[in-house]
């Protein structure tokens, strides 16, 4: 695939072969969820392992120590919400 | 002046693969399998082909083995027939969807049940959507000279598909023929060494074959149609570059007998020879009779079949596969698709004839002609000769 993985059939690289590695970090996958995750912040005890289940691995610790999702790659799976030990994530319609 | 030698025409389609100086061979070396791949194991053993021989456990082997060889730049070829392309089914797609210049020889056999290693062309309709570059040779000459030009088509730069020479199982196969040999010298300047348009190669890393989301799928169908549509253009012009430089010219669709006749017979593969014979017979004697060939399958060259057939009033296509459950053969569905659009439609009767190698000889093709004279056959299809007690 060219840089940008969308474009006009013209410009696919040949068989739709892909030549710039990790080109597929460009593809919104967050637009096939139907529910998001949200964190109650109140009840997060900032353990982190609803970022170790993530199947997309798109949760990652921010400066305050919380880990929110990053919702271009989210696909809304839920697994985050059924792993949290302290229930703090709920799934809510996007 | 070279001198025509009588040799099987798998060994000369062999030869044909040795003289076009392929890399790898990769096949499933047992039934239903020619003497094509037995003879290049001989040249490799013996030194007399500098290639890779990988004898595989399957046919869904051979054509994964291709696959992998073509990516990494290789000249790539291989060989199978009736349940063995069945088998490399799933693959013949990843092929031309990654767009690799393999080629194939499919000598055409019946598919089983019942068990049959005889010819008919139901294994190669049952792949007419693969996306491959697909041919028809009618004799042992044709059958040499198509497999060194189906390199330089589907090498191509603006082909690059997997092209596939179709040859009638045991009828052309295992028949021996007489077959002029071209020079290696000839055969190497017509046909320059591989230049892959993309290779696997670590200083300039690729993925190959990756997963195409719905944002991308299309985009690459498109990329591949757009390719098959392309390539009859260089299909022509590589027939016409063979017929410079070796006399022997090939068109996409050939006609013979009666120009302008009212009645046409439309064949495929070996069969068109036959007919051939009851055309020039019936010719003689005065009927307005000829034949159209269809040479190149896919893609189908709409324009010059629809110039061979123009101004016949009845067209009876020989098909030699059966369509299960809808009336026609695939080549009469086609030619009937064809001529929907066009304001002048001759009248169209479908033969199914030949079936799992039975014989269809000068004097079937002359009754067919009779039949349809006297408004005999059926106005949609006949399944011929088939045995009945009604
Ligand atoms: S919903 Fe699924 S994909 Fe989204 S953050 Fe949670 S675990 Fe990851
Ligand atoms: S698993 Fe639950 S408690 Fe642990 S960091 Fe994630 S949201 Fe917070």
Known sequence: ?94 | MTKAIGLEVSLAIAEAVKQANVDIVAAYPITPQTHIVEELSVYVANGELDAEYVPVESEHTAMSACVGSSAAGARTYTATAAQGLALMHEILYIASGMRLPIVMTVANRALSAPISIWNDHGDIMSERDIGWVQIFAENGQEAYDLTIAAFKIAEDHRVLLPVCVNVDGFILTHMIEPVLFIDQKKIDAFLPPFKPAMTLNPDKPVTMGPVGVPEVYMESRKQCEEAIMGSRQVVAEVFSQWGQSFGRDYKLIETNGQPRAKVLFVTMGSQGETTMTAVQDLSESGESVGQVRIRLWRPFPREEFLEAIAGAEELIVIDRALSPGVYNGPVAQEIKALLYEQPQKPKIHNVIAGLGGRDVTVKDFKKMYEMSRKNELDPNYTIWGVRSDA
Do not use: H
């Open chain 1, 1 to 94: 695939m060219s840089d940008l993985a969308i474009c006009a059939w013209q410009k696919l690289e040949l068989g739709t072969a892909i030549t710039s590695p990790g080109n597929a970090a460009e593809l919104r996958t967050g637009d096939w969820k139907t529910l998001r995750p949200e964190t109650d912040r109140e009840k997060c005890i900032k353990c982190g392992l609803c970022s170790v289940y993530c199947p997309e691995f798109c949760i990652s610790e921010n400066e305050e120590g919380y880990y929110p999702a990053d919702l271009f790659y989210c696909k809304g799976c839920g697994i985050c919400a059924n792993e949290c030990p302290k229930q703090a994530i709920s799934m809510i319609m996007d």
